[in-house]
């Protein structure tokens, strides 16, 4: 049986922005609270990521007590009211089709006038439903943000370290985009876990996570950095799921509304 030690836990208010790490989070229905609630649209209402748009990086959304307060370098910060009330639209993340609330003609020009292209700002409310995957994570009725695909991402520190060692420059935790970071595991110990337990919450590791090209950006920058995806494919390459592997997508199991504080003991359960 493996204890770690939960080292990082981060949440990304906006998809695809720059991430905001945190000493203590709260879990919640959709993992941990405030984790992308909010996600960046196009003019079809189709989610935008820094796969096409890696200025995403750069953004900063600060969660305040009515909504969030917008960063850019050198821009004027602009501050967004959550909306609670009006019309639901349609949104579409990686083929599901969710009911947003519009956040406003006043960001969406914001947005974009410092990215060139029409886009706007959507948050999901709390009775939007978007089930993860059951052929992993076993029920329907496991609720996901806007979030790829599962509640929560988690990572290995000594996975990052093998892979590092094995790279012209080593990369920092941020480019994988994880909200739980895990130390004292061996190397890929996470690929043999199927379950683990941190105070009062209980996870189940459910699907290795594939990764695309947002691992080879700089997450303060946006700019095209040090790229994992040659060293990762020549030992993580998973054929069933034709792409290379870091990190593990998570459902909870158990600890609904409980706290996570960074320095934790992990617990393996098998």
Known sequence: MNSGRLVGLSIYPIKSARGIALDEADVGP???RGDRDWMVV???NRFVTQRSLGGLARLVAVPTDTGLALHDHGRDPMVVLTPVEGVLCDVEVWGDHVQARDAGDAVAEWLSTIYARELRLVWMPPEARRPADPDYAGSTDVPVSFADGFPLLIANQ???DDL????PHPIPMDRFRPNMVIADWPAFAEDGIRRIRC???EFELVKPCTRCTIPSLDQQTG???TDPTPALKAYRYDSALRGVTFGVNAVIRAGWGARLQRGMTVQSLG
């Open 158 to 160: 000594a996975s990052l």
């Open 42 to 44: 196009d003019h079809r």
């Open 30 to 32: 959709r993992g941990l």
């Open 164 to 167: 590092n060692g094995r790279l």
């Open 199 to 201: 105070g009062e919450v």
């Open 223 to 225: 700019d095209v950095s």
